[in-house]
């Protein structure tokens, strides 16, 4: 396989711009609006956020450098993209895997993902009809009860947010993926700012920045430290072939190293953005920062149920909330999309359909978990909480480390430091460092943490 700018068969992004405004869409979902600002609430605020963005700079890059490398490289779906790789460096296939992994992830993820897109739609029409005004702590925590435990609400919006997701991606690179996140990334940014602009007028917008700025370590701890680190990785959608098939589609004028900064700069900016917007609404409302993931979902409606503009801000807020979800879904079921035009000759369109009804089915495993199947629990989780712990905590850290090694030992130095075009030698030396020890040891940790080992 020689090194040119012969694009994918699946298309190519017309610009650097759309490759980073895709990607940023990929990385920035419901992780960074609604997970970040939960957990940095619960391990202490300033400190947590600090170690974040150096977990981002040091981790979170140079694997996301590495992964557009080799989706660029190899110009495929990701499985057979390891397939081409491992036999240009004449090493094993069994660094398919990397490929496989990554697919199955995509589809995994996206089958409950779509179900807590669902309630992003949901909470939108609660939201401007109302239902959060005056609302009780007691009354949020019934209002979402009520919502998660009727299957058929549940199955309903899945199937809306499913479709919308798979019309995207029937469309291909040029008009559904890249057409779409020029709309709904600016979007995105637009109500962010909305509703930042609204925290200002609280009163305790300050002492919002100051929880998320000011260095704090007597609540920072190791868990704290671990938790910034993978979720560092998680939120720019490492290790689940989602960048490595955005990748495939860079044309080979554009600078991976630029760009991958970018999308993390973007991708930071994003959580930061959203947790100054937050924090002050919650510290206004004599609300809990630290609520656990209920922060969204049953503290924040509280908050607009008793504010001046509280229905239509409310409003806003989900709307923003399922933007995320779709830039994010549309990327997730990408890889699997094209593996099945790749392997099996099928049209997009067809593909589109295929994968989207499959990882339909498995996400009624996740709506019947809050409801007909709450109580059924295998080794003490439910489907749902089976599915996550399996995608989050050992098939994305376990790709990552995958992808670190084959970039910093299976590629020669020469290959890598071409398809990166790296001018500075001691940029390039740093990056080869950190993707060769640090990453897969740091990961690792990660990993060894997350099944319980430490």
């Keep these: 396989m020689n090194n040119n700018d012969q694009p994918s068969i699946h298309g190519q992004w017309s610009s650097r711009l759309a490759f980073v405004m895709a990607a940023t869409g990929s990385a920035v979902g419901l992780g960074n609006i609604w997970k970040f600002p939960y957990i940095t609430g619960e391990n202490g605020g300033s400190a947590f956020v600090l170690f974040y963005v150096l977990c981002v700079a040091t981790l979170g890059i140079p694997l996301m450098m590495a992964e557009v490398m080799l989706g660029r490289r190899g110009k495929r779906t990701p499985i057979n993209a390891m397939r081409a790789l491992a036999a240009e460096t004449g090493t094993s296939q069994h660094w398919q895997f990397i490929g496989w992994s990554g697919t199955l992830a995509g589809v995994l993820i996206l089958s409950y993902y779509s179900v807590i897109g669902g309630w992003t739609i949901g909470y939108i029409f609660h939201a401007a009809n109302g239902h959060?005004?005056?609302?009780?702590?007691?009354?949020?925590?019934?209002?979402?009860?009520?919502?998660?435990?009727?299957?058929?609400?549940?199955?309903?919006?899945?199937?809306?947010?499913?479709?919308?997701?798979?019309?995207?991606?029937?469309?291909?690179?040029?008009?559904?993926?890249?057409?779409?996140?020029?709309?709904?990334?600016?979007?995105?940014?637009?109500?962010?700012?909305?509703?930042?602009?609204?925290?200002?007028?609280?009163?305790?917008?300050?002492?919002?920045?100051?929880?998320?700025?000011?260095?704090?370590?007597?609540?920072?701890?190791?868990?704290s430290a671990l938790t910034a680190l993978g979720h560092a990785f998680f939120t720019l959608s490492l290790g689940m072939g989602a960048i490595m098939i955005y990748g495939s589609y860079v044309p080979q004028k554009i600078s991976i190293a630029g760009t991958s900064v970018a999308i993390a700069v973007a991708d930071t900016m994003v959580a930061l953005i959203a947790g100054m917007a937050i924090f002050p609404i919650v510290f206004?409302?004599?609300?809990?920062?630290?609520?656990?993931?209920?922060?969204?979902?049953?503290?924040?409606?509280?908050?607009?149920?008793?504010?001046?503009?509280?229905?239509?801000?409310?409003?806003?807020?989900?709307?923003?909330?399922?933007i995320a979800?779709?830039?994010?879904?549309?990327?997730?079921?990408?890889?699997?999309?094209?593996?099945?035009?790749?392997?099996?000759?099928?049209?997009?369109?067809?593909?589109?359909?295929?994968?989207?009804?499959?990882?339909?089915?498995l996400g009624l495993g996740t709506t019947f978990s809050f409801n007909v199947w709450a109580d059924v629990e295998v080794l003490g989780l439910t489907f749902f909480e089976h599915l996550d712990f399996l995608t989050s905590n050992l098939m994305l850290p376990i790709g990552g480390i995958c992808i670190a090694l084959f970039a910093g030992w299976a590629m020669s130095k020469h290959v890598s430091r071409a398809e990166l075009n790296m001018n500075s030698d001691v940029g390039y030396a740093l990056?080869?460092?950190?993707?060769?020890?640090?990453?897969?040891?740091?990961?690792?940790?990660?990993?060894?943490?997350?099944?319980?080992?430490?």
């Design 325 to 361: 979800a779709w830039t994010s879904s549309i990327s997730l079921v990408e890889p699997a999309v094209t593996m099945m035009i790749e392997n099996l000759n099928m049209t997009r369109h067809r593909a589109a359909f295929w994968t989207g009804l499959v990882t339909w089915l």
């Design 431 to 454: 990056w080869h460092a950190l993707i060769r020890v640090i990453a897969p040891i740091a990961v690792s940790i990660v990993l060894l943490h997350a099944v319980g080992a430490f």
């Design 132 to 223: 959060f005004s005056d609302l009780s702590g007691k009354g949020a925590s019934t209002l979402f009860g009520d919502f998660v435990g009727d299957p058929w609400v549940q199955i309903g919006w899945h199937t809306v947010f499913m479709l919308i997701t798979m019309s995207i991606v029937a469309r291909g690179v040029r008009h559904g993926l890249e057409k779409a996140v020029t709309y709904l990334m600016p979007a995105l940014v637009v109500l962010l700012l909305v509703v930042l602009g609204y925290a200002m007028t609280t009163g305790y917008f300050m002492k919002g920045l100051a929880f998320l700025f000011t260095p704090d370590f007597s609540h920072f701890s190791g868990t």
């Design 284 to 322: 206004a409302n004599a609300l809990e920062p630290g609520a656990g993931p209920s922060l969204i979902f049953e503290t924040i409606p509280v908050a607009f149920g008793h504010m001046a503009g509280g229905t239509l801000f409310g409003t806003l807020f989900f709307v923003l909330l399922l």
